[in-house]
């Protein structure tokens, strides 16, 4: 279907209308845009009258639905989550993990059991089948890079002592979530047996493994087919390798955010790193603002009410269980108590990758179910709820600390 | 002194340099070029961030203080140097018997290999002097010279021993 002009109008301005609102107040602007995308999207809640989008200035319609569910817009945002992870992969530093790695696997192993432990505990509790539970585990378990380091740098702690393991656990966080959304895309996408299963996990990884050799031994190469001196050039060339290899990769079974997180790790050992953040993050910028957007469209909030138990202890427990995985780390690098329930706070806000295995859930389940969509569904209203409470816990670590000397009895 | 380097990924480097005592100066540069930079008293204090600049600033600000723009000597006296000789500009102390001599009697340049470029007293300047210029207390001369040979004038002139370090 051909998508109105307007309609891309409406929903990029609605976009910078609301970044510039909660960007205003030191807010994260993720949450803002998947807000913005459901007052604007079909599923507002406002089920009354029909389901096309309104006419601009139709008299007495009170709807506020003007920007449909359009296949441009989902191609936009599937290059929102091709980009998101390509330079996950590109800002990933082999090197630092390598030089600090006993004590980065420490703090990862620590934040994946307890954190991931609680998914899954969550997802039996509620009475989840094995996949599902799989799902909230991870939604629950990955805390938002993009969230969080913008927190870090608003806040200062990034000069801190603090910052050495909150950023350790989100790299050994990335490397996790790669793997794993590998693995989880082919299960959910390979169909219902469990030869099915194998066979697709047999496949994603051997492409996965083709992809990581030219990552790693093709590095010469890349650095001669990019170099150039346009800037526009420059553009087209990664953004086509990229594109062309994520989408490749779905078609075979393979999850496309996990391939272009192997494209991304092709370039970090080049020396186009720092122009490519300087030329293609804008880009990355805009498609993540409509992944984000997208996210809000197909959000049916009228679910929400289905998952509101779900989403409060979810929401009180894996708050918690970050806050002592986050203290723990920050007792094993050494910090001291005040330090240490820095690292817990710092870890909270959940985000983008949260909503990216939300997105698988929506495409394995068809829109449909549990896993199509009631997880989607629990996906954004988490997201919501704890990009916004990560944030504020961030801004007001200095009062949660005098709260936490105060019960200890500390002077 | 130790300079820390640390990846901050999605953001960029970060550096940390020793600046005597526990103290810290950790500068962030992020990877659009701009820079943060904070100071950190001590291990357990939190960090405060000085400033943010452009990376185009920063590059002058660097070469400023790497000393492109302005070089100071760094002696406790202001000297201008030329090969191992420099100009110096000395006070006659009333103290000195040079007060009252003119510079044909106390014949500088023999004594000492000092050579009197130029005279100042009070608010004049009385530029190559020659030997029937006498001498005045609250003089100052201006000489060229080694350092030895400045030193040893100094003493002629009756300096306090106030060779400050």
Redesign the interface.
């Known amino acids: 279907m051909a998508v109105a002009l307007y309609e891309l109008g409406i929903a990029i301005t609605a976009l910078a209308i609301a970044g510039s609102v909660v960007y205003r107040y030191g807010l994260s602007v993720i949450p803002a845009y998947i807000v913005i995308g459901i007052f604007v999207g079909p599923n507002f809640p406002t089920t009354v009258g029909d389901l096309s989008p309104v006419a601009l200035g139709a008299v007495g319609d009170v709807s506020l639905r003007l920007v449909s569910d359009s296949d441009l817009v989902a191609g936009l945002a599937e290059l929102g989550i091709v980009l998101l992870l390509f ?1 996950l992969g590109l ?3 082999v ?2 993990l390598l030089d600090d790695r006993r004590r980065i696997a420490t703090i990862g192993v620590i934040d994946l059991v307890v954190n991931f432990g609680i998914g899954l505990a969550l997802g039996f509790a509620f009475g989840f089948g094995p996949v599902e539970t799989l799902f909230l585990a991870g939604i629950v378990y990955i805390s938002s ?2 969230v969080i ?1 913008k927190s870090l ?1 608003d806040e ?1 702690w ?4 603090e ?2 393991p909150i ?1 350790g656990t ?2 050994f966080e ?1 490397i996790f979530i790669a793997v794993y959304l590998a693995v989880l895309s082919a299960v959910a996408l390979g169909g219902g047996s469990l030869a099915d299963a194998a066979t697709s996990v047999g496949i994603a990884f051997a492409f996965l493994g083709v992809l990581f050799g030219a990552a790693w031994y093709g590095s010469g190469v890349v650095e001669r087919l990019f170099g150039t001196d346009s800037d526009e050039l420059f553009l087209l060339r990664v953004l086509g390798v990229t594109t062309l290899v994520a989408g490749v990769a779905l078609a075979m079974g393979v999850s496309e955010a996990v391939a272009a997180f192997f494209v991304g790790t092709a370039f970090s050992g080049t020396d186009h790193t ?1 122009r490519i ?2 030329v293609i ?1 804008p880009s990355r910028d805009f498609f993540a603002a409509v992944f984000f957007f997208s996210i809000g469209l197909t959000t049916d909030v009228t679910l929400l009410a289905d998952v509101a138990l779900l989403l409060a202890a979810a929401v009180v427990l894996t708050t918690a269980s970050k806050l002592l995985s986050g203290t723990v780390s920050g007792r094993v690098y050494d910090l ?1 108590p005040r330090r240490s329930l820095r690292v817990g706070l710092g870890m909270v806000p959940r985000g983008e990758f949260s909503l990216i295995l939300a997105t698988l859930a929506a495409t394995a389940g068809g829109s449909a179910g549990t896993l199509g969509e009631v997880v989607p569904a629990f996906a954004v209203g988490y997201v919501l709820i704890m990009s916004i409470v990560g944030t504020l816990l961030i801004q007001n670590a200095s009062a949660i600390e005098g709260l936490r000397e105060r019960a200890v009895g500390e002077s | 002194m130790t300079v820390y380097e ?6 960029g480097k ?1 550096f940390e340099l020793e600046t005597g005592g526990d103290e810290r100066l ?1 500068v ?1 540069i992020h ?2 070029g701009k820079r ?1 930079v ?1 100071r ?1 008293p001590d ?2 204090a ?4 000085l400033f943010t600049v452009s990376g185009e600033t920063a590059r002058k600000l660097g070469s400023i203080l790497e000393g492109a723009y302005f070089q100071p000597v760094e002696t406790d006296e202001v000297q201008v140097p030329l090969g191992d000789a420099f100009i110096e500009w000395l006070d006659l102390e009333p103290s000195s018997e040079l007060a009252g001599q003119t510079l044909g009697e106390a014949d500088l340049r023999q004594e000492t290999g000092v050579s009197v470029l130029a005279v100042q007293r009070d608010s004049d300047t009385y530029p190559n002097p020659d030997s029937s210029f006498e001498l005045a207390a609250g003089d100052v001369l201006v000489t060229l010279g080694t350092s030895d040979e400045q030193d040893e004038l100094e003493t002629m002139l009756g300096e306090d021993d106030a060779s400050s370090e």
């Open positions: 330079f800002e990933f530093s090197s630092q890079s993009a380091t740098i200062g990034v000069a801190n002592a910052s050495g950023l989100l790299v990335d720092e953040e300087h993050a001291d | 640390t990846d901050v990924p999605g953001v970060k950790v962030l990877h659009d943060e904070y950190r291990p357990d939190d960090s405060e961030k």
